[in-house]
């Protein structure tokens, strides 16, 4: 069974530092693209950043050089390093395969708060 289990999230104020982390378990792992996503109340899901099996990295446009993604396929792991956050980086983040074909059951999520 494909499980993913997001932490790391919490209250930060405006211009703080947020690491998440996604732990997978029932795939393998190092073979996967991984993709990091996130909901804001009342809005669809967006990607925030893909990495291939290879380390590869993609971000949109807009959030390219605040945020980081990195793993760690001895640890079946994933992460997400936050830098500069904003109100509006406000949502659940959620891991999941990097193709949305081959998207598994969506974890919990870990909330982010931005806010003063």
């Known amino acids: 069974q494909v499980q993913f289990v997001e932490s790391g999230g919490g209250l930060v104020q405006p211009g703080g530092s947020l690491t998440l982390a996604c732990a997978a378990s029932?795939?393998?792992?190092?073979?996967?693209?991984m993709g990091w996503y996130r909901q804001a109340p009342g809005s669809q899901r967006e990607r925030v950043a893909t990495?291939?099996?290879?380390?590869?990295?993609d971000y949109p446009g807009s959030l390219k050089g605040r945020f980081t993604v990195s793993r760690d396929n001895a640890k079946n792991t994933m992460y997400l390093q936050m830098n500069s956050l904003k109100p509006e980086d406000t949502a659940v983040y959620y891991c999941?395969?990097?193709?949305?074909?081959?998207?598994?059951?969506w974890g919990q999520g870990t909330q982010v708060t931005v806010s003063s």
């Open positions: 999941n395969s990097a193709w949305s074909s081959r998207w598994w059951t």
């Open positions: 029932g795939i393998i792992f190092s073979r996967e693209a």
């Open positions: 990495i291939t099996n290879t380390g590869s990295t």
